[in-house]
């Protein structure tokens, strides 16, 4: 796995670029000579996570229309807040 290194005005100016070289590592960006953010590919994030999906992925999932959601109700007695 090698790591690249480019700066913040490389990364703008050729994202493409970037992106191609995460798929052989991470990806280093500077900023004013100093490390400041990693770009990482999806399968090399979701291996250091654990693989744990996050909400965000399991509600934005192609091709699903709907699906039903039933919030688990709660135990406990909640009493209304007083708001005078």
Do not use: C
Not at 30 to 58: C, F, K, N, Q, W
């Amino acid at each position: 796995m090698s790591v690249t290194t480019i700066t913040s005005r490389e990364f703008n100016q050729d994202v493409g670029r970037a992106k191609k070289a995460a798929q052989d590592g991470p990806v280093l960006i500077t900023d004013r000579g100093r490390p400041a953010h990693v770009l990482l590919s999806i399968e090399e994030y979701r291996r250091l996570t654990g693989g744990a999906e996050t909400l965000a992925e399991a509600l934005a999932q192609p091709g699903v229309a709907d699906f039903d959601f039933t919030p688990p109700k709660l135990d406990r007695i909640t009493r209304d807040a007083d708001l005078s």
